[in-house]
């Protein structure tokens, strides 16, 4: 073996063509020494490169296209490649060229083997090389190898005369001898082979011009797709059919937008129906309307009843009192450009039930005249009443809470009323004893009724005060918070003076917002006596509330802040909970904090928030004027 192995070298070395050797990327690993006496080069200037030097200049990039395809694509054997090659000398001589890929014991691909040898120049062979070439299956394999689409081709025996990589890979070949000559059914994949076969008998010996079809297949690397396959006929030049070429595409992402899309319809669809969710359109030029079917279940149609609807019939279902409004909103809509159709509304349905709606639409204009306005509306009854009853709800703790705070402040002016009264009683013992011992006069008199006059003077403007808080008013309007800080330190002055409190105050009495007295006043209350009631618990020696109001832009921000010891953080998310209160039970109803914060939220369309746990600081944000 050993002897026979030197002879083949010593035969392959002395040889007139010239044998050569790739790697898997087409650069020259081994080349004997015919390369020197047929082309004029040295041996070392082949080794290594993926461009050899005989390439002549304007066949590099078909050099470049083939070796891409034989050493990347789709590794196969070819033979009689007549191509020109240029001498070390210039001078341009044809070579027939042949080769085989090489294959590691795992079956990946490791090189070429093959062989060069000088043919004659004359023209015509310069011509047939050319044809055969560019006649050749490689030269049809480079091209759809480019493509992402599968492709294959039979012939009348419908088996399989050649394939790119991606029909390939589907199967779970890797190079194209695993194919050729074997018909479907020879494969492995009995799966995939009815597919692939089913059409082929029609095109060839029925002579059915065309074939496509769409279907789900499994890849041998486990992979899902969805197909459309295209066949047709492979004819010769006498029009005869010699096979079948074929094609599929890969329709998996289009396939599945189309089942997302389904069920997002379906969704919505579901969604529409569980929100009481329908659209509409009106067609300016008719007058015609087109009502979804979630529309005419909102307004008491089933499935099998669906009328044809105008404005008339839609005023017909609409509440009397609200029909001139939603008329009016229509025309506005047709007639107003950049109108914003945006209305609540009642009906009357089918079943004669009243139901609450609410429909928004959108306007398309052209050259002034409306082409088209579409909206949506959604039933809304079950929301207005679950809004009446939190309406109802929160009047209620609103009353509740105002009870507490006139329960606090009648016992405020209680205090406040008994020195006035003692002084008045005072005042009239001593105009009685002036009288009895004739020591009365004018001026005597005069000054009893000046005190007296600042006593009750004094006693009604508390009063005045107390009314203006428990005075019912629903009416926001543009008030002055800063006259609603004075007004309730008149109503807590006794229970002030009684804890010693200290008040440091910066208020801009001009600032403006919007509001009523009615409700600053009761926001102001429950933030100064949960600071007194803090203070009295705490038994802060130098009590200390700061009051600052400002103007930040466009809106008017309040604090209120007390050194009374601050909130412990355990319970600071629970401080505007209903029923929650850090007071014992008989100091506190919870709700305070609750209905200060609903206020300025519902009413004033403001926000009212802890700022400052550990110097307990309450900040009021309101809209300025």
């Known amino acids: ?35 020197e006496s047929l082309l004029g080069y040295s041996r070392e200037e082949f080794i290594g490169k993926i461009l050899p030097p005989d390439i002549p200049d304007d066949r590099i990039e078909e050099y470049t296209k083939v070796r891409t395809l034989l050493c990347s694509i789709s590794p196969r054997p070819f033979e009689g490649v007549i191509r020109p090659r240029q001498h070390k000398n210039g001078h341009i001589l044809m070579l027939e060229i042949s080769g085989r890929p090489q294959f590691d014991d795992a079956g990946n ?25 560019f006649g050749h299956e490689i030269f049809w394999e480079s091209i759809i190898s480019t493509l992402p689409i599968r492709f294959f081709w039979k012939d009348r025996l419908m088996r399989y005369s050649g394939a790119n990589q991606l029909f390939l890979r589907d199967l779970g070949f890797r190079h194209l001898c695993e194919i050729v000559g074997k018909d479907d059914f020879s494969l492995g994949r009995p799966d995939i082979a009815a597919a692939c076969r089913r059409g082929d008998f029609e095109i060839i010996h029925l002579g059915k011009a065309f074939h496509t079809e769409e279907m789900r297949i499994v890849t041998y690397e486990g992979q899902k797709l969805d197909i459309a396959i295209y066949k047709s006929p492979l004819k010769d030049y006498e029009g005869n059919v010699i096979g079948v070429a074929g094609a599929y595409i890969d329709v998996t992402a289009s396939k599945n937008q189309e089942r997302e ?62 029909r001139t409004r939603v008329r009016e909103t229509i025309e506005k809509a047709l007639t107003r450009k950049n109108y914003r159709y945006d209305i609540t509304y009642r009906i009357v349905k089918k079943n004669g039930e009243i139901a609450f709606l609410h429909s928004k639409a959108e306007v398309n204009h052209r050259d002034g005249r409306p082409l088209w306005i579409r909206g949506i509306v959604q039933d809304i009854t079950e929301m207005k009443r679950l809004q009446m009853e939190n309406e109802r709800k929160q009047a209620l703790l609103t009353r509740q809470s105002r009870l507490v705070q006139m329960g606090q402040l009648l016992n405020n002016i209680a205090h406040q009323w008994k020195q006035p009264l003692a002084e008045l009683n005072a005042l009239i013992l001593d105009l009685e004893n002036d009288f009895a011992e004739g020591a009365l006069d004018r001026e005597r008199l005069d000054h009893f009724l000046e005190e007296v006059e600042q006593t009750t003077s004094f006693m009604g403007e508390t009063i005045e005060n107390f009314r203006a808080y428990v005075t019912p008013s629903d009416k926001v309007g543009i008030t002055k918070p800063g006259k609603s800080v004075y007004e309730v330190l008149k109503l807590l002055k006794l229970r002030s003076e009684k804890i010693g409190i200290r008040y440091e105050i910066e208020v801009q009495e001009d600032i403006e917002t919007f509001g009523s007295d009615q409700d600053f006043i009761h926001i102001f209350l429950v933030l100064l006596n949960n600071a007194m009631d803090a203070f009295e618990r705490n038994d802060v020696t130098d009590p200390l509330i700061e009051i600052r109001m400002q103007s930040v832009g466009s809106e008017c921000e309040i604090t209120v802040k007390d050194n009374a010891g601050g909130i412990d953080e355990k319970i600071v998310e629970s401080i505007f909970d209903p029923y929650f209160t850090s007071k014992f039970q008989e100091k506190g109803s919870g709700i305070g904090l609750f209905m200060a914060k609903a206020i300025v939220e519902t009413r004033l369309q403001g926000r009212l928030e802890l700022i400052d746990h550990l110097e307990t600081t309450f900040k009021l944000t309101l809209k300025g004027v």
Not at 109 to 133: D, I, M, P
Not at 261 to 284: C, K
């Open 109 to 133: 691909f490791t090189g070429y083997l093959g062989q060069s040898r000088k043919v004659s120049g004359a023209a015509e062979n310069v011509a047939n090389g050319e044809g055969k070439f």
């Open 1 to 35: 073996m050993g002897s026979c192995s030197i002879d083949f070298e010593k035969f392959v070395e002395e040889s007139d063509t010239i044998f050569w050797q790739t790697d898997r990327e087409g650069r020259i690993v081994y080349i004997n020494r015919a390369v």
């Open 261 to 322: 899309l389904r069920e997002y319809l379906d969704r919505l669809r579901n969604a529409q129906e569980m929100a009481h969710i329908g659209y509409w359109d009106i067609d300016p030029s008719t007058g015609a309307i087109h009502w979804s079917d979630g529309v005419y279940r909102i307004f008491g149609y089933d499935g099998s009843i669906k009328p044809t609807i105008t404005l008339e019939t839609l005023l017909e279902h609409v509440v009397k009192e609200d």
